[in-house]
């Protein structure tokens, strides 16, 4: 780190946040295959909690890759670089008071970890929307599964590129026998006694 950059101490603090807002805040970080259901389960989860007051934002991979992180490509190491920005910002977030929603692949087992020491395990809850390659191929929302098996796209998840299964997620959500109403369910019940302030 730059011996020139010295830490600035605000006057408010996190907690102070929290207490305005009437709930705690921290990550919910959605983890699976493309078109596995990350992005449709945070956006309902959001609307629940936005629905009770709570103060909330969704990171996607999508959106995040269109701005602050589109120098990036989907080699291993820029996934990392991806996950570790990502991590930075929704901390900055975390400690503003909000409720952070992220939903991205996030491939691998050290970049999970490393989003969970950046925001502190106390405030990250994994959750694992777990998809059959299969069934998210079916489904091929954004058409990259063809475009993988054409060879139009390297480094695809799933084909060309591992995915790291969490191995004690907060939550597992099987989108194959479970419905998003459930899903939701799920997650507001295992974030239920972390909302309280």
């Not at 600035?8 to 709930?23: A, D, I, L, P, Q």
């Not at 959605?30 to 909330?56: C, M, P, W, Y």
């Amino acid at each position: 780190m730059e011996k020139n950059v010295v830490k600035h101490h605000y006057k408010v603090s996190k907690k102070e946040r929290n207490t305005g807002n009437g709930h705690n805040s921290f990550l919910i970080w959605f983890t699976g295959l493309s078109g596995s259901g990350k992005s449709t389960i945070a956006n309902a989860v959001e609307q629940r909690l936005h629905d009770e007051g709570i103060k909330t934002y969704v990171l996607d991979g999508d959106n995040i890759r269109r701005g602050i992180n589109s120098d990036l490509s989907f080699s291993p190491e820029d996934r990392s670089e991806n996950i570790r920005r990502i991590a930075e910002i929704a901390n900055l977030m975390v400690d503003a008071g909000l409720v952070v929603l992220a939903a991205f692949v996030s491939p691998y087992k050290k970049d999970r970890e490393f989003i969970a020491n950046t925001v502190k395990p106390s405030n990250f809850v994994e959750i694992y929307v777990s998809t059959s390659l299969e069934e998210c191929e079916r489904r091929d929302v954004k058409g990259l599964y063809k475009k993988a098996r054409e060879g139009k796209i390297g480094n695809m998840t799933g084909v060309s590129a591992p995915y790291e299964v969490p191995e004690n997620p907060d939550v597992e959500i099987r989108t194959e026998i479970e419905s998003i109403p459930e899903a939701v369910e799920k997650v507001l019940n295992a974030i239920k006694i972390k909302l309280e302030s």
